[in-house]
C-alpha cells in the first residue's frame, strides 16, 4: 500500500526566484488564505523569529497572521515581505477593462 505524505513547500523554496514565483502564483490565485499561507510557509523556512526581530512583529503574531484565517495589516504583510527580500507589483491584467 502506497503511504501518502504532506506536501512540504520548504524542499522546493530554495532560491529567491523560486519563491517569488511560488508567492506570485499564491497572490494571482486572488485567494487570501492561500496567500497568507504561502507568505507563512516562507517565513517558516526563513525562520520566524528572524522575521520577527527584522520586522518588529511578535513571532507569536506572525505565527497567527500569516496562516489561513489570519487577518494581519497591510502594513505588516509588506514588512513580511520586505524581510523576505520580497515586494508586490503591480500589473495590468489581460482582459480586464
Known amino acids: ?42 517565513a517558516k523556512i526563513r525562520g520566524l523569529p528572524k522575521i520577527a526581530r527584522d520586522t518588529g512583529l511578535g513571532r507569536e503574531y506572525l505565527d497567527k497572521t500569516l496562516s489561513a484565517g489570519g487577518q494581519p495589516r497591510f502594513e505588516s504583510v509588506l514588512k513580511v515581505l520586505r524581510a523576505l527580500g520580497m515586494q508586490l507589483r503591480v500589473h495590468p491584467v489581460q482582459n480586464c477593462t
Open 1 to 42: 500500500m502506497n503511504k501518502i505524505s504532506e506536501f512540504d513547500p520548504a524542499s522546493y523554496l530554495d532560491s529567491k526566484e523560486v519563491i517569488a514565483e511560488y508567492l506570485n502564483l499564491a497572490l494571482g490565485s486572488g485567494d487570501t488564505d492561500l496567500l497568507l499561507s504561502a507568505i507563512g510557509d516562507v
